[in-house]
């Protein structure tokens, strides 16, 4: 199993780039997420990968955050979503905001992606929940400190992140800790 690559990088062609480890040129398939923070042609690159292997192919997929790669994962052990349409996923919305989506239960988020539709996406949110990580998309949506205290107040209390994360989206972009924990619990208690 192929986990990191880490070379030269040779060419980019979305979704494709060629990594040259030591005269050895490896095709690559990454997320548009990885591709767009990639160095210039010429310049060294790390990857880690996920390498998947079928009777007509072998195919290696790249990414530059482990949370990607975990991602991926998980998205590719859901009946019905393969390797290119999981990277599909990746390539249409941030880990952050894919963790949000399935948290927030946002199935229309989901569909915009190319290649996902309704039944799919109801898929996703179903077999996803919990799985991407509590914090990563609750993360997303918040701004500040303040907001990071409120919420990490709300989940002491009992609430969910989903909870948490609603009653955020209702606050003043700048309010203090503790109004802003009073306006969510009174907007939690309706």
């Known amino acids: 199993m192929i986990g990191k690559l ?3 990088l040779d060419d980019k062609n979305p979704p494709q780039v060629i990594v040259d480890c030591h005269g050895v040129g490896y095709e690559v398939l990454v997320p548009m997420s990885t591709f767009y923070n990639l160095p210039e042609l010429g310049e060294r690159v790390s990857l880690l990968t996920h390498f998947v292997v079928r009777e007509d192919a072998q195919i290696l997929y790249g990414f530059a955050t482990s949370l990607e790669r975990a991602a991926f ?6 009946s019905g979503v393969g390797p290119r349409t999981a990277l599909s996923v990746l390539s249409g919305m941030s880990v952050a905001e894919l963790s949000q989506a399935i948290t927030l239960q946002e199935g229309g988020r989901l569909i915009k992606v190319p290649g996902i539709g309704k039944k799919t996406a109801e898929r996703l949110l179903l077999e996803l929940k919990g799985k991407l990580g509590p914090d ?3 993360a997303a949506s918040v701004a500040n400190d303040s907001q ?3 919420l990490q107040a709300l989940l002491a209390l ?3 992140d989903k909870e948490g994360a609603a009653a955020l989206k209702a606050l003043p972009q700048e309010v203090g800790v503790s109004e802003g924990i009073r306006l969510a ?3 939690l208690g309706k």
């Open 6 to 8: 880490t070379g030269t």
């Open 73 to 78: 994962r998980e998205l590719i052990k859901i």
């Open 136 to 138: 990563i998309g609750v």
């Open 148 to 150: 990071c205290d409120i």
């Open 158 to 160: 009992g609430y969910s």
């Open 185 to 187: 619990l009174r907007a």
